[in-house]
């Protein structure tokens, strides 16, 4: 019993990360608490981020965003693995939120990206990780199937994203230039009109390809499994009119031979053999 719960306990692993136990009912309720409240403020890290590197002074609102980030990290990996009875367990199984929290710590403390390369580098470290650690979270958001759940949240991601050039990138001088900017991007399409020409709209450029790959990706893949099921479905409906079809004959061929056996005799049914077989 022991092996097969530690086994399921560590199916579950992906990119460092861990679930609670499936046996664990608290630990699975807390883990789903805990999640929205952990990507909102793995989110703040993202306009920290830029803030250090557009500052040569350092921000106290970046600090914050990052030590409030660890902490909440701290806070739900050490409350799930309490609620989980598998304390240990639980942290020794998430080695990416023991290496985030380290990480946003530091980060918290380095000096501004602006004026340090090793700051800026131990940052962008962070932020992969951040970002994983974020979709991690997020995935049971990317049902098959979900066309319109997945256009509505392209959108709102390739929205955020041209904010994000509006706010970076001096040449997109309006809105519409930077939520160009960012569709350009994450197409990959590089028109040339408008082009990231700051080392903050270039890194930030970085992030938003591997986010286009991801979502357009989802999007071509939730159009395409639309298509499949639409088809799917067209043959299981064809499939279970052939099988009612049989079943019906066969109810009838029942109901006839019943008929059948009700007009002979019961006599009949029992009638010794007459071939002087014993």
Known sequence: MISEISRRFHSASLWGLRRAPGDSVRGR??????????????????????????????????????????????????????????????????????????????????????????????????????????????????????LVYMLLSSALILGLCGVGFWWLEPRAVTLGDGLWLAFTTAATVGYGDIVPSTPASKIFSVFVVMLGFGVLSLVTAAIATRWIETEERIIEREILRDVHRQIDALHLEIVALRRELGQVPETALFMPPTDGAP
Do not use: C, I
């Open 29 to 146: 309720v807390t883990e789903q608490r805990w999640r929205w409240p952990t990507v909102l403020v793995l989110a703040l890290t993202v306009p920290a981020f830029y803030v250090e590197l557009l500052r040569a002074a350092p921000q106290a609102l970046a600090t914050l965003a990052y030590a409030l980030s660890a902490l909440t990290l701290t806070a739900a990996l050490l409350h799930t693995g309490w609620r989980s009875d598998r304390l240990a367990q639980h942290v020794a199984a998430n080695p990416l939120d023991v290496a985030l929290v380290v990480g946003l710590l530091v980060a918290a403390v380095l000096p501004p990206s602006s004026t340090s390369t090793v700051a800026l580098s131990m940052r962008l470290v962070v932020a992969f990780m951040t970002l994983v650690r974020m979709v991690w979270a997020l995935q049971h958001l990317l049902t098959r199937g979900g």
